[in-house]
């Protein structure tokens, strides 16, 4: 067994290392507080080959390993995970979803430019009344000759004002349940979309996260992903990718606050020496390293079996869940150390408590990660 990176993976760690470093950590205090979208970081994101890592060289992607795609989206969520989170949608949910099921015409059109960084892209599958239970969503398209018109609402879409295009999920089919629905690609400015104002969130606040609206949205039956029927299955298997994506956010804000914690904890001195040199601080720090650790194994043999080829449903599910709630833990515990001045906005461990606990949340709760993990277990 042999947990070094290639020499590509190591390349990409360095090169993510430094653009996070010199171009993300100048302005993510002043992002997060006057809720900027990070756009000039994004496009230079995309220039680099990062917005579309694991799409292959054919459909003008990185063609890189998911391996390499997780250590890129820690390097970058060490930093801002704001920046994580939406490069991360683009790649393991946008990108993945119509590499994996658009035929070429899709693959041709779209892919490319969500690959290379020309688009942006969100993806639309929440509504006001259905999160964890996806299937009751009401957005529907009906057949209109070789279009699709949709209507309906969706919630909480991360990039939805900001992007260049949709990939949505509706029912096709409302009486066939998980075989009922399909998923289209639809440049953002379709008529009939209506977006709602920013949400103002407690975390991630450079991200946009709007509602939208569809009413009478035509789209053509040549941007469906994957067959009619098959939506549902498309967005689970993209949502497996995307936990990986959001696993490597979690893992990063852990990084970012457990070495804030080390800097803190060696510069500050009570009773006459650097706080580190006393246990209860010690301590805290030795669990900080040993979750990260963990987290990161967890999350990296996740990868690994996505690129060997093997199905990742609980093994995704399992580095979600533990790499997000490491994250709290090790922010939480960051705040601790820096005791009063952790608590102000002078530190950026504040940020990263705040940009921590989303990831528990979204593409999937804790609550929904446990549940695949004992499906998968009990072989239900
Ligand atoms: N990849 C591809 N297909 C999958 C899959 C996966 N990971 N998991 C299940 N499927 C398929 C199943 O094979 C089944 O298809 P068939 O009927 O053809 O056999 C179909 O999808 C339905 O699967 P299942 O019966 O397991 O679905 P449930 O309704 O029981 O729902 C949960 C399962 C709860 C796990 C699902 O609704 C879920 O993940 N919800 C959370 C959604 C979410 O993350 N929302 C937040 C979005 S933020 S972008």
Redesign the pocket.
């Known amino acids: 067994m042999d947990f070094r990176l290639t020499e590509e993976q190591e390349m990409v760690r360095q090169t993510a290392r430094d653009f996070a470093e010199n171009e993300l950590r100048p302005g993510v205090a002043e992002r997060d507080d006057k809720e900027i979208f990070p756009r000039e970081a994004v496009d230079k994101l995309g220039e680099l080959g990062f917005m579309g890592m694991i799409v292959s060289e054919e459909w003008d992607g990185a063609g890189m390993d998911t391996v390499a795609y997780v250590i890129a989206i820690e390097e970058i969520s060490r930093v801002d995970a704001s920046t994580g989170i939406i490069c991360s949608i683009n790649n393991s949910?946008i990108c993945y979803a119509l590499q994996m099921h658009g035929d070429d015409y899709v693959k041709d059109t779209f892919l490319r430019k969500f690959a290379n960084g020309t688009w942006l892209g969100a993806?639309c599958?929440?509504e006001p009344g259905s999160?964890?239970?996806?299937?009751s969503m009401k957005s529907t398209a009906y057949e209109d000759g070789d279009e699709w018109v949709i209507n309906g609402s969706k919630n909480?879409i991360t990039s939805g004002k900001n992007c260049d295009a949709y990939v949505i999920v509706v029912k096709t089919d409302p009486d066939a349940g998980?075989?009922g629905t399909t998923t289209f690609v639809l440049p953002k400015d379709t008529p009939g979309i209506t977006i709602g104002k920013p949400e103002e969130k407690m975390g991630i606040r450079a991200t946009d996260t709007v509602s939208l609206t569809f009413q009478d949205v035509r789209v053509p039956a040549k941007n469906a992903i994957g067959g009619f029927g098959d939506g549902?299955?498309v967005m689970?298997?993209a949502?497996?990718s995307?936990r990986l994506g959001v696993a490597a956010q979690g893992l990063g804000i852990a990084q970012g606050a457990f070495e804030e914690a080390i800097k803190y904890s060696k510069e500050r001195e009570q009773f006459g020496k650097p706080i580190s040199h006393f246990q209860a601080i010690s301590f805290k720090l030795a669990d900080m390293a040993t979750r990260i650790t963990a987290a990161r194994q967890l999350l990296r043999y996740a990868a690994w079996r996505k690129d060997a080829g093997l199905p990742i449903?609980p093994e995704a599910a399992m580095a979600k869940v533990y790499c997000s709630e490491a994250a709290t833990y090790c922010a939480l515990e960051a705040v601790q150390i820096h005791g009063g001045y952790g608590y102000t906005k002078d530190y950026p461990v504040e940020r990263m408590l705040r940009d921590a606990k989303i990831t528990e949340i979204?593409?999937?709760?804790s609550e929904?990660q446990r549940?695949?993990i004992a499906?998968a277990i009990l072989d239900e």
């Open positions: 949910l993806f599958l929440t999160g964890s239970d996806a299937l909480w998980h075989h549902f299955k689970l298997s949502l497996d995307g449903g979204y593409e999937g709760t929904i549940i695949v499906r």
